[in-house]
């Protein structure tokens, strides 16, 4: 049985005074929930302030990248120890905005999660294809090879319990949606995948979908049986529509 899980990726949007008000309206919007995860990922200098705002309450914390080595001479970098000490329980890696802007890799997506792991934070690691890469029916064969490079460093077992996002980079930020079926597909191959690599434990991995997911078609994707989740960018900065689709995946 997989507990849905809804994160709020808050990308580099809002001053302190915003954080610190979004975090206590979604903890006062999702109160009364229950059957579903759910966490918010602010940028890392509202970190420790999200941190109070959601200590008392179901809301989870996570960040938004990590370092790929230990606390040390790494100017501008985050340590996950760090963040393990500020009370992060998430981190996301490989985000699509962070593969094409600063250049991230497979190697170094991989060491971050080792270190995001030793430290006890869940890694949500993302993968997602360009619209090319769909167009072209290369799909499965992109996000294979993202997780495979990733994999193939950690070792299976080193997977431990990660949480995978599935995010087409074309229905990121654009208000295009993967459709239902769409994403379905792509889960149930990640899934197929995962359980080559880890087994029975495949059955266990939650899957979650990221690109455009907003409450108005949230149900329709959480519906299906493989997306366990969502990582919602645009629509997390609202707390009324963050906590619809945690409510939408609490009845799913
Ligand atoms: C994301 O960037 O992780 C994301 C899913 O963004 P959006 O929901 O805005 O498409």
Redesign the pocket.
């Known amino acids: 049985m997989r507990i849905p899980l809804v994160v709020g ?1 808050w ?1 580099m949007h809002g001053r302190l005074a915003d954080a610190k008000a979004l975090a206590s309206a979604v903890v006062g919007q999702t109160a009364a929930l229950s059957g579903v995860e759910r966490a918010v990922c602010p940028p890392f200098v509202h970190l420790s302030t999200v941190a109070d705002c959601v200590a008392d309450s179901d809301v989870g914390l996570g960040a938004q990248h990590c370092a790929d080595g230990p606390i040390g001479a790494h100017t501008g970098e985050v340590a996950a120890e760090m963040l393990a000490d500020l009370g992060v329980g998430y981190v ?1 890696l490989g ?3 962070r593969r094409q802007y600063d250049n991230e890799r497979e190697s170094g997506i991989a060491k971050r999660y080792e270190q995001a792991l030793s430290q006890g934070l869940r890694p949500i690691l ?1 993968v997602g294809e360009s619209l090319e890469a769909r167009e072209a029916g290369q799909t499965d064969q992109v996000v294979g090879a993202q997780l495979t490079g990733v994999l193939d460093r950690l070792g299976d077992a080193g997977f431990g319990d990660g949480v995978i ?1 599935y ?1 087409p980079i074309w ?4 208000g295009l949606t993967a459709s239902a079926e769409q994403a379905q597909a792509v889960h149930a191959s990640i899934r197929a995948l995962m359980a080559e690599r880890v087994g029975d434990a495949a059955s266990d991995l939650r899957i979650l979908y ?5 409450a108005a078609n949230a149900e329709a994707l959480l519906d299906q049986p493989d997306v366990d989740g ?7 900065l609202s707390a009324d529509e963050f906590a619809a689709i945690c409510a939408a995946a609490a009845r799913g």
């Open positions: 990726n990308k996301i985000h699509s905005e993302c996002a995010e229905a990121i930020g654009t990221g690109g455009s997911m907003k969502g990582l919602i960018g645009g629509a997390s």
